[in-house]
């Protein structure tokens, strides 16, 4: 095996690195934004309605047992994509996104105090605006700890595209595996790992930026 770490391969490959880095991004972090988009509303009707809770609940975890792998495959059959499309990666990375988040949101909204909605709602909050002004900001710090974890794991389940075609980092993984070429494998390997921890952390960052009153209330119970 090819293992001439980290010269010559590393700087000849810099800009495939770079363009690989960026696809994996994209093909990782927009069905994550668009399944936090969807799993918000989905879980306010899980919190709101007990019977939309008992469907949703067990359907989300349902479909995270989908094997990755099969569902990638299963996409161009059900929407009739080409097989090397971005799309066959990104729709089941965002039903995984959603079936991670529905939960986290329906148990953050559920936990906001009951005495707390009340209290909106005899001031003269309406439902929309008491659920954005005092619901939703209450529920941040459940939601993002479970974005953290569909981020993470979206990172990773991406690098499952290039058995298909798709690009990104997995694919130099695919290719250092044809090519007997370690150093390639290694540093995509990396990346990916290197990248999942620095939005895990910048993700970790923003739920504490905006939510400065949980900074305060730690702070007092020290």
């Known amino acids: 095996m090819n293992v001439d770490w980290p010269w010559p391969w590393l700087p000849r490959n810099v800009d495939k690195i770079a363009e690989a880095t960026g696809e994996h991004l994209y093909l990782a972090l927009l069905p994550v934004l668009a399944g936090l988009l969807i799993s918000i509303p989905l879980g306010w009707a899980a919190s709101r309605w007990p019977a939309v809770r008992l469907v949703l609940v067990p359907l989300a975890g349902v479909l995270y047992t989908i094997p990755s792998l099969a569902l990638i495959t299963l996409v161009p059959l059900l929407l009739g994509t080409k097989i090397i499309d971005p799309l066959n990666v990104q729709v089941p990375l965002a039903i995984y996104t959603i079936a991670l988040l529905v939960r986290s949101v329906t148990d953050a909204l559920l936990a906001v105090p009951g005495e707390v909605t009340a209290a909106a709602t005899a001031i003269g909050y309406r439902p929309a605006k008491r659920f954005l002004s005092v619901e939703l900001p209450l529920a941040i710090p459940v939601i993002v700890a479970g974005l953290r974890v569909a981020a993470v794991s979206a990172m990773s ?66």
């Open 157 to 222: 389940l991406t690098a499952v595209g290039a058995l298909i075609g798709i690009g990104g980092l997995g694919g130099l993984i695919t290719e250092g595996f044809r090519r007997n070429n370690a150093v390639e494998m290694v540093v995509a390997i990396a990346l990916i790992l290197v990248i999942a921890l620095i939005i895990d952390a910048l993700l970790l960052l923003a739920g504490k930026v905006i939510t400065p009153w949980t900074r305060a209330r730690q702070g007092a119970t020290k």
